[in-house]
């Protein structure tokens, strides 16, 4: 895995604000491991919806610094519970928050030290 923060990305988004920026990703710091918590609450629950609805959440955020890993693998999250999480399909949901949860750990540290 190999998670970065694209900087052209950045000084397009923020116009070069670093203060805007440092703010931006504390925010994220906080507030992306309670997102995640809401998605494996949903998936033990069966919740496609919510699901959907936090992975959505984590796109929009994680699209303000990349449009690579993590976005990607919350945009296939997103869309996984858009069509619904069944018996069938819940294993590889659950495979994928794995690997989501983890890009966004890697991101967090790579924001912490930004």
């Known amino acids: 895995m190999s998670v970065k923060i694209n900087e052209e990305l950045l000084a397009q988004t923020f116009a070069g604000n670093a203060t805007l920026i440092k703010k931006t990703m504390d925010l994220f710091i906080k507030t992306a491991p309670d ?20 992975a959505h ?3 929009g955020s994680v699209g303000y610094f990349t449009k690579d890993e993590p976005y990607t693998t919350s ?4 869309q996984m519970g858009r069509n619904g999480i069944t018996d069938e399909n819940k ?6 928050a794995g ?6 750990k890697e991101m ?4 912490e030290s930004y």
Do not use: P, Y
């Not at 967090?108 to 924001?111: I, R, Y």
């Open 35 to 54: 997102m995640m918590n809401k998605i494996s609450a949903a998936l033990q629950a069966g919740d496609s919806a919510a699901v959907q609805l936090n």
């Open 57 to 59: 959440s984590i796109k």
């Open 75 to 78: 945009f296939e999250l997103e």
């Open 91 to 96: 294993a590889e949901a659950e495979a994928l």
């Open 99 to 104: 690997k989501l949860s983890a890009e966004l």
């Open 108 to 111: 967090m540290a790579l924001m």
